[in-house]
């Protein structure tokens, strides 16, 4: 069973642009969503994360805006560069003590083109 | 140096041999995960240990088993290799505190033949 649903698979934007990837959770007890970003031939590595408790977070060009009663998250990226050309994985955990456990979505391969 | 270390970077194997990926780290984190990557699937947890006496299974077990041999590393096995196994395999490590980031190594590309 997939918890964590990502679309779209792949994203063409172009430079400039805004890049939008959405993401829908079912398990209700989540409480932690965080943005990973991978480059090729790279571990992801954490971009941006967001708590049920707001509804919007901003770092940079990055924005994550939550949607607590439809279950959704998606991150914007304002004005995209080449150098964001990556995929992004969602992912969702319940952050109590003792039991962190992400659940990543599919994936987003992002490309900038000139 | 990398806060966490996989080698080998990039294996290939024959179908029913056994084989090993290690993981080290240097940031003293308790917790450690190994996941894998396949195109269109995402990132799956295989197994989680958050000490040394604490091994646990994760979204993808079956045909895997790890061991903690100490705080700092945590190995996966594949007893007997399958083709389907063949994918992107990544360790991670994550601090004592709630909301943690996790951070990944770099990765081994395995492919069983």
């Known amino acids: 069973q997939q918890q964590v649903k990502q679309s779209p698979q792949s994203l063409i934007v172009q430079k400039g642009g805004i890049s939008i990837i959405n993401c829908a959770y079912e398990?209700?007890?989540?409480?932690?969503f965080p943005w990973y970003q991978q480059f090729p031939g790279k571990g992801p590595a954490l971009l941006i994360a967001?708590?049920?408790?707001?509804s919007e977070k901003k770092e940079g060009r990055f924005t994550i805006s939550f949607n607590k009663s439809a279950k959704q998250f998606s991150l914007h990226i304002m004005d995209s560069q080449p150098g964001d050309s990556a995929t992004y994985f969602c992912?969702?955990?319940?952050?109590?003590?003792?039991?962190?456990?992400?659940?990543f979505g599919t994936g987003t391969r992002l490309t900038i083109i000139p | 140096d990398a806060d966490v270390t996989q080698t080998p970077r990039n294996r290939i194997t024959k179908t029913g041999k056994r084989i090993m990926l290690e993981c080290s780290q240097t940031?003293?984190?308790?917790?450690m995960y190994w996941y894998r990557q396949d195109p269109g699937l995402g990132l799956r947890l295989i197994y989680y240990?958050?000490?040394?006496?604490?091994?646990n299974k994760g979204e993808i077990s079956d045909g895997y088993s790890v061991s903690r041999q100490a705080q700092a590393k945590f190995s996966l096995s594949l007893e007997s290799a399958i083709p389907n196994q063949t994918a992107l395999y990544f360790c991670?490590?994550?601090?004592?505190?709630?909301?943690?980031?996790?951070?990944f190594g770099p990765g081994t590309r395995l492919t069983v033949l």
């Open positions: 967001i708590r049920p408790d707001v």
């Open positions: 991670a490590i994550c601090g004592d505190y709630s909301y943690n980031e996790q951070f």
């Open positions: 992912a969702a955990s319940i952050g109590n003590f003792g039991n962190e456990k992400l659940t």
């Open positions: 240990s958050f000490d040394v006496k604490d091994i």
């Open positions: 398990n209700t007890a989540f409480d932690y």
């Open positions: 940031k003293g984190h308790d917790r």
